[in-house]
């Protein structure tokens, strides 16, 4: 069935309950890497229990399938991949909390036949004890083999442009060959990150690491390069996925500052591949 234009606007998800414990959090951190060296006592509070702290883009993952269900649009799901993501972080993360989720389309966006089209989605968290509205996350989907639909082909959010002068800072994090497979723990066990033979027949040839692990790492850097490590300090953090990592390479994240605003991309170290670009975090 192809996508209906204007019903897909119409589509909402129910309230969802999820929870997460401390142990959720520190597997959160160890998936994104940290915790690697044991002397690093500034990404100790994220993967110990004395004085735990939460990664911000964790909220991304944490309500693994709170938002509108791709079954429901219309789209040839074999065909889809994560286009961008972003969450706004309206409290600091409780580190153990029950939250209720609901979500929207956004908006669609037809790039042709033949060229796809773009699914923007929208899902908000919030406390299940007070209702405070803890994230939103903003997430477009791509939907390769679903263009010509007749929907608009403008209007779609417009990426961030990073700065034209070179990387006020780079750094690099080291990925380790298994480590999807401690990420996928988080919530997303699709096989393309776990199952080699998964993997061929989707065209790649071994398992890659998710790219909200990419994501994650992303964060990291912002963390340390720009917050003291102190989550409470990012209010947002926003990525456009370009290529994938495969496990044991090492994600090369540049970075620009002006003011509370740093742009960032990511690439791939040992292939010279950008994997994310036009990326933003805010700062507060």
């Not at 908000?124 to 996350?137: E, F, I, V, Y």
């Not at 096989?191 to 790649?204: I, Q, R, S, T, W």
């Not at 994501?215 to 917050?227: K, P």
Request: with cysteine; aromatic share 8%.
């Amino acid at each position: 069935m192809p996508i209906s234009y204007p019903d897909i606007l119409e589509i909402t998800s129910e309230p969802q309950t999820h929870a997460w414990t401390d142990r959720d959090t520190m597997l959160y951190a160890l998936g994104i890497g940290m915790g690697a060296d044991p002397m690093n006592e500034a990404e100790l509070p994220f993967v110990y229990e004395s004085g735990l702290k939460a990664v911000p883009t964790m909220a991304t993952c944490m309500a693994w399938g709170g938002g509108p269900s791709p079954g429901k649009m219309g789209i040839n799901y074999m065909l889809v991949v994560h286009g961008e993501q972003k969450v706004e972080i309206h409290k600091p993360l409780p580190t153990e909390v029950t939250v209720v989720t609901d979500g929207r389309v956004l908006g669609a966006y037809d790039k042709g036949p033949g060229k796809g089209a773009v699914i923007v989605v929208e899902t908000m968290m919030k406390d299940s004890r007070n209702g405070d509205l803890l994230a939103t996350l903003t997430s477009s989907i791509f939907a390769r083999g679903d263009g010509g639909f007749g929907g608009p082909s403008e209007g779609a959010p417009e990426p961030h442009a990073v700065p034209d002068r070179p990387a006020d800072m780079s750094l690099d994090f080291a990925t380790t060959e298994g480590q999807a497979l401690i990420y996928r723990l988080s919530g997303d066990r699709n096989p393309l990150h776990a199952d080699p033979g998964f993997a061929k027949a989707a065209g790649f040839p071994r398992p890659i690491l998710h790219g909200l692990c990419t994501y994650g790492v992303t964060c990291r850097a912002v963390l340390q390069a720009y917050a003291d490590m102190d989550p409470a300090k990012i209010k947002s953090h926003a990525i456009r996925f370009s290529s994938p990592v495969f496990p044991g390479e090492t994600i090369t994240v540049d970075l620009w500052r002006d003011g509370d605003v740093v742009s960032f991309e990511a690439r791939v170290k040992e292939r010279g591949v950008t994997v994310a670009k036009n990326g933003k975090s805010v700062l507060g």
